[in-house]
């Protein structure tokens, strides 16, 4: 084939402008208003669904395939036509044999060429359900592959011979067998059966040049081990080796698998590298169940297939929200299309699914569900590309860097750079004055890309200097099952000397739905008048709602002048990456774009009351608490400081111990002892303690908080009390002593001792003079003494306690010292 400059010129682009398409099928591009200025989308973009695809299924009927092999090619044959994600495809499934006596034909075509939208794929559920039917009186047991491949070349062809106006689509043949060329009994390849295999595979030669000149790529696919892999390898070498992006596994080859229950899964993992797309497998599992598949969040369109085997088994759909969602129509943002509900192999077609695991429930009534169903996602992510120009509009001779982001058309930006893993990116600009040319654009952190793995694609190219009028930049990119729109940027070449420049900086900050974004636009005007520009926000995600302000502004003439602005968000804003971009354009220019910029923005949901108060929160808690111990240990402090307890009062008369009463724990509360002095008729006068502070008939020993001691006598004033020294008490004395009891109580202390019996006079004889006192430690001490003289005793106290004594005489005395627990008793004159 010979090229003309012109032509080739002609075809290189609209080549580089689809080639993120499958196959490198171009695409339709729009083309812009004359004379429109700056920075645009064309008016007729590319469909936003998935390109389309021609195939056909050409399925090995021949008469050594058990039933059960022919059932699973035809229900992998049904898989492809009910999976295809592109309603806008055709799908021809043909069944092949040989032709050996009058009456056969090498070739069956139970489904002619159909479109694969909601009817065609109900169509094609059905009708491919006759290849698990053979009919040996209209076909032969061998296996012709030269008619195979020439009846579904000729379908494939019948599109571009009637339609004309519809850009090329790609084609593609997926051929199943079980073993290897087999024409020996047909008569069409020559009267002698020694000669008619060469001229078989002469003829199969002679087929595949043809689908070569055709743009037909073949992929075998074998199964069995009676498969002769060399022929298959030379089907898909000899086919058409035009791939659908440069990605490695896109150029057709042949696959070879060791039984046919391995076809349905190879089938469809070699559709998807035919046709740019991914497949997700799920899990397997028999009715009642519950199956899951996971489709990721770059993928825009797919489908769901099931091979449930049975037309008896029912299936329903939950979203990754645990949703159900419905055969046919739209929800929460997808569109949703089943088909297949009779037949072995049923699919929902989704456009824009949500992310995430999907729930696919399967059921069937009694004595259907005893095999297993497999569930599966054929899926590919159609992104579109936002770019930018900078400068907006390049001079010719200037250098222009070129920055693309990709997004859904859920307006979900991507930020995660291994969703993109495998990706290459370039752009093709092409304009009056000069030929279309192509460069790299990277995300390598090497300039002019700022930062390695931001999923920001950036590049440069010099406008050739014979460039005038309008200029087109189309970016490409490509990746295991992601293709981009190929929407076409326009720009115009701006003049030598350019009248207005502008420079666009927008704070890259998170906000919340409701808040505001600042910005800064620096404009120099060369011009002698005044200019106004306005600001337009372009390729924001749906349901996104900005406002800018202010606009318009004004450049003064012969100035420069730096301008604030804000971007308000909507309260409903989507939380998120806020996609799209802002401009500043000249509006007495007819809105030639001056700059723009990317919204850097991450939407999050409003804080709490508690994240915004939780830090005052938590002090505020933390110094109560403090102030509460403090408080707590002041109280503590001062309550003992006032307790009394282990504080021991006695009673004195005359310089002599009366009485003790030692003050025992919870006494003394408030810091006060309450006592009564009790004179009992011919007894020794005794200590009581009683309750009430206040009472009017008590004496009340106080404490302060300064540690100070004061007695209020039963009826008089309060009067200071020293520990030690005594104060009177009506008739008595009163001598505070101690402090706080010990584990030992009162045991030992010298004035807790009290006697028991009253003081008598006791007789005795001999002679001599007694002075001095006696302590007992204990209880239960007797002592005893015979004499005469004179002599005085007194017991105080129980438990430990003083006997003071003086006698004279003369005489002698005897005792006995033990103790019992009780009280301490003297008998005897001293």
Same mark, same amino acid.
């Given at each position: 084939?010979?090229?003309?400059?012109?032509?080739?010129?002609?075809?290189?682009?609209?080549?580089?402008?689809?080639?993120?398409?499958?196959?490198?099928?171009?695409?339709?591009?729009?083309?812009?208003?004359?004379?429109?200025?700056?920075?645009?989308?064309?008016?007729?973009?590319?469909?936003?669904?998935?390109?389309?695809?021609?195939?056909?299924?050409?399925?090995?009927?021949?008469?050594?395939?058990?039933?059960?092999?022919?059932?699973?090619?035809?229900?992998?044959?049904?898989?492809?036509?009910?999976?295809?994600?592109?309603?806008?495809?055709?799908?021809?499934?043909?069944?092949?044999?040989?032709?050996?006596?009058?009456?056969?034909?090498?070739?069956?075509?139970?489904?002619?060429?159909?479109?694969?939208?909601?009817?065609?794929?109900?169509?094609?559920?059905?009708?491919?359900?006759?290849?698990?039917?053979?009919?040996?009186?209209?076909?032969?047991? =061998?296996?012709?592959?030269?008619?195979?491949?020439?009846?579904?070349?000729?379908?494939?062809?019948?599109?571009?011979?009637?339609?004309?106006?519809?850009?090329?689509?790609?084609?593609?043949?997926?051929?199943?067998?079980?073993?290897?060329?087999?024409?020996?009994?047909?008569?069409?390849?020559?009267?002698?059966?020694?000669?008619?295999?060469?001229?078989?595979?002469?003829?199969?030669?002679?087929?595949?040049?043809?689908?070569?000149?055709?743009?037909?790529?073949?992929?075998?696919?074998?199964?069995?081990?009676?498969?002769?892999?060399?022929?298959?390898?030379?089907?898909?070498?000899?086919?058409?080796?035009?791939?659908?992006?440069?990605?490695?596994?896109?150029?057709?080859?042949?696959?070879?698998?060791?039984?046919?229950?391995?076809?349905?899964?190879?089938?469809?993992?070699?559709?998807?590298?035919?046709?740019?797309?991914?497949?997700?497998?799920?899990?397997?599992?028999?009715?009642?169940?519950?199956?899951?598949?996971?489709?990721?969040?770059?993928?825009?369109?797919?489908?769901?297939?099931?091979?449930?085997?049975?037309?008896?088994?029912?299936?329903?759909?939950?979203?990754?929200?645990?949703?159900?969602?419905?055969?046919?129509?739209?929800?929460?943002?997808?569109?949703?299309?089943?088909? =297949?509900?009779?037949?072995?192999?049923?699919?929902?077609?989704?456009?824009?699914?949500?992310?995430?695991?999907?729930?696919?429930?399967?059921?069937?009534?009694?004595?259907?569900?005893?095999?297993?169903?497999?569930?599966?996602?054929?899926?590919?992510?159609?992104?579109?590309?936002?770019?930018?120009?900078?400068?907006?509009?390049?001079?010719?001779?200037?250098?222009?860097?070129?920055?693309?982001?990709?997004?859904?058309?859920?307006?979900?930006?991507?930020?995660?750079?291994?969703?993109?893993?495998?990706?290459?990116?370039?752009?093709?600009?092409?304009?009056?004055?000069?030929?279309?040319?192509?460069?790299?654009?990277?995300?390598?952190?090497?300039?002019?890309?700022?930062?390695?793995?931001?999923?920001?694609?950036?590049?440069?190219?010099?406008?050739?200097?014979?460039?005038?009028?309008?200029?087109?930049?189309?970016?490409?990119?490509?990746?295991?099952?992601?293709?981009?729109?190929?929407?076409?940027?326009?720009?115009?070449?701006?003049?030598?000397?350019?009248?207005?420049?502008?420079?666009?900086?927008?704070?890259?900050?998170?906000?919340?739905?409701? =808040?505001?974004?600042?910005?800064?636009?620096?404009?120099?005007?060369?011009?002698?008048?005044?200019?106004?520009?306005?600001?337009?926000?372009?390729?924001?995600?749906?349901?996104?709602?900005?406002?800018?302000?202010?606009?318009?502004?004004?450049?003064?003439?012969?100035?420069?002048?730096?301008?604030?602005?804000?971007?308000?968000?909507?309260?409903?804003?989507?939380?998120?990456?806020?996609?799209?971009?802002?401009?500043?354009?000249?509006?007495?220019?007819?809105?030639?774009?001056?700059?723009?910029?990317?919204?850097?923005?991450?939407?999050?949901?409003?804080?709490?009351?508690?994240?915004?108060?939780?830090?005052?929160?938590?002090?505020?808690?933390?110094?109560?608490?403090?102030?509460?111990?403090?408080?707590?240990?002041?109280?503590?402090?001062?309550?003992?400081?006032?307790?009394?307890?282990?504080?021991?009062?006695?009673?004195?008369?005359?310089?002599?111990?009366?009485?003790?009463?030692?003050?025992?724990?919870?006494?003394?509360?408030?810091?006060?002892?309450?006592?009564?002095?009790?004179?009992?008729?011919?007894?020794?006068?005794?200590?009581?303690?009683?309750?009430?502070?206040?009472?009017?008939?008590?004496?009340?020993?106080?404490?302060?908080?300064?540690?100070?001691?004061?007695?209020?006598?039963?009826?008089?004033?309060?009067?200071?009390?020293?520990?030690?020294?005594?104060?009177?008490?009506?008739?008595?004395?009163?001598?505070?002593?101690?402090?706080?009891?010990?584990?030992?109580?009162?045991?030992?202390?010298?004035?807790?001792?009290?006697?028991?019996?009253?003081?008598?006079?006791?007789?005795?004889? =001999?002679?001599?003079?007694?002075?001095?006192?006696?302590?007992?430690?204990?209880?239960?001490?007797?002592?005893?003494?015979?004499?005469?003289?004179?002599?005085?005793?007194?017991?105080?106290?129980?438990?430990?306690?003083?006997?003071?004594?003086?006698?004279?005489?003369?005489?002698?005395?005897?005792?006995?010292?033990?103790?019992?627990?009780?009280?301490?008793?003297?008998?005897?004159?001293?």
């Amino acid at each position: 084939m010979k090229w003309t400059d012109k032509g080739s010129a002609l075809l290189l682009a609209g080549v580089l402008l689809g080639l993120s398409g499958p196959l490198g099928t171009p695409a339709a591009a729009g083309v812009p208003a004359a004379g429109a200025p700056g920075l645009s989308r064309t008016a007729a973009e590319p469909a936003e669904g998935p390109d389309p695809l021609d195939f056909a299924v050409v399925v090995d009927q021949s008469a050594s395939l058990a039933e059960k092999d022919l059932a699973r090619e035809t229900e992998a044959a049904a898989l492809l036509s009910q999976g295809e994600i592109s309603e806008r495809s055709r799908a021809t499934i043909i069944g092949f044999g040989s032709s050996e006596k009058p009456g056969q034909s090498p070739v069956r075509e139970v489904c002619p060429p159909t479109v694969a939208d909601a009817a065609g794929r109900e169509r094609l559920s059905e009708c491919v359900q006759q290849l698990g039917r053979r009919d040996a009186a209209r076909m032969g047991p =061998g296996t012709d592959f030269p008619a195979a491949v020439r009846q579904a070349v000729t379908r494939l062809m019948e599109r571009a011979a009637t339609d004309r106006k519809t850009p090329a689509v790609p084609k593609v043949v997926f051929l199943l067998t079980d073993g290897k060329l087999d024409v020996a009994d047909s008569p069409e390849y020559g009267t002698d059966r020694d000669i008619r295999q060469a001229n078989g595979a002469r003829r199969l030669t002679e087929e595949l040049a043809r689908a070569r000149a055709a743009g037909v790529q073949i992929w075998p696919l074998g199964f069995g081990s009676e498969i002769d892999r060399s022929a298959l390898t030379a089907m898909a070498e000899g086919g058409y080796r035009g791939s659908c992006s440069d990605i490695p596994g896109s150029v057709p080859r042949m696959r070879v698998v060791g039984t046919s229950a391995e076809i349905d899964k190879a089938l469809q993992e070699t559709f998807a590298a035919a046709r740019c797309a991914r497949i997700a497998q799920g899990t397997v599992g028999k009715p009642p169940a519950d199956l899951n598949v996971t489709i990721p969040p770059i993928a825009t369109d797919g489908s769901l297939t099931v091979a449930k085997h049975d037309p008896k088994v029912r299936v329903t759909y939950y979203d990754p929200a645990g949703r159900k969602v419905p055969v046919r129509g739209e929800f929460d943002g997808s569109t949703f299309e089943v088909s =297949g509900q009779d037949g072995p192999v049923e699919a929902l077609r989704v456009k824009d699914p949500l992310p995430g695991r999907w729930r696919v429930h399967i059921e069937a009534p009694e004595g259907h569900g005893d095999r297993e169903v497999a569930v599966r996602a054929i899926w590919q992510g159609r992104l579109r590309s936002d770019v930018t120009l900078d400068p907006a509009s390049p001079r010719a001779g200037e250098k222009v860097t070129v920055q693309v982001r990709m997004q859904t058309r859920r307006g979900v930006v991507i930020t995660d750079p291994l969703q993109l893993a495998g990706l290459s990116a370039a752009a093709e600009v092409s304009g009056a004055g000069f030929r279309p040319f192509t460069f790299k654009l990277a995300d390598d952190g090497q300039a002019p890309d700022t930062k390695a793995g931001d999923v920001r694609f950036t590049g440069t190219f010099t406008l050739p200097a014979g460039a005038t009028g309008d200029l087109e930049l189309v970016t490409r990119m490509a990746a295991p099952g992601i293709t981009s729109d190929r929407r076409p940027v326009h720009a115009r070449s701006g003049p030598d000397v350019p009248v207005l420049t502008a420079g666009l900086a927008v704070d890259r900050v998170t906000v919340h739905p409701g =808040g505001t974004v600042r910005g800064t636009l620096d404009v120099t005007n060369n011009d002698s008048a005044p200019h106004t520009l306005r600001f337009a926000l372009q390729d924001q995600a749906p349901g996104t709602e900005l406002t800018v302000a202010p606009t318009p502004v004004t450049a003064p003439a012969g100035g420069k002048a730096s301008i604030p602005f804000t971007v308000t968000l909507a309260a409903g804003t989507p939380l998120g990456e806020l996609g799209g971009k802002i401009a500043v354009v000249d509006s007495g220019d007819g809105d030639t774009v001056l700059d723009t910029a990317f919204l850097d923005v991450l939407v999050v949901a409003p804080p709490t009351w508690w994240d915004r108060w939780w830090k005052v929160v938590t002090g505020g808690a933390a110094v109560v608490l403090v102030l509460a111990v403090l408080t707590g240990i002041r109280l503590l402090a001062r309550r003992r400081r006032r307790d009394l307890t282990g504080l021991t009062l006695e009673l004195r008369d005359d310089g002599r111990s009366l009485y003790s009463l030692t003050v025992r724990k919870g006494q003394s509360e408030g810091g006060t002892f309450a006592f009564t002095v009790d004179e009992p008729y011919g007894g020794t006068p005794m200590l009581r303690s009683v309750r009430g502070s206040a009472s009017t008939t008590a004496h009340v020993l106080r404490r302060t908080g300064s540690g100070d001691l004061s007695l209020r006598p039963r009826g008089g004033s309060q009067v200071p009390v020293r520990v030690g020294e005594p104060i009177g008490l009506g008739e008595h004395e009163l001598v505070v002593r101690g402090g706080r009891a010990s584990s030992t109580g009162n045991r030992g202390l010298p004035w807790s001792r009290r006697s028991r019996t009253p003081r008598r006079p006791g007789t005795g004889t =001999g002679s001599g003079t007694a002075t001095g006192s006696a302590t007992a430690t204990g209880t239960g001490r007797v002592r005893r003494g015979t004499g005469w003289g004179t002599g005085r005793g007194r017991d105080t106290g129980t438990g430990t306690g003083t006997a003071p004594g003086t006698g004279t005489g003369t005489g002698t005395a005897t005792g006995t010292t033990g103790t019992t627990g009780g009280a301490d008793t003297y008998d005897g004159n001293f």
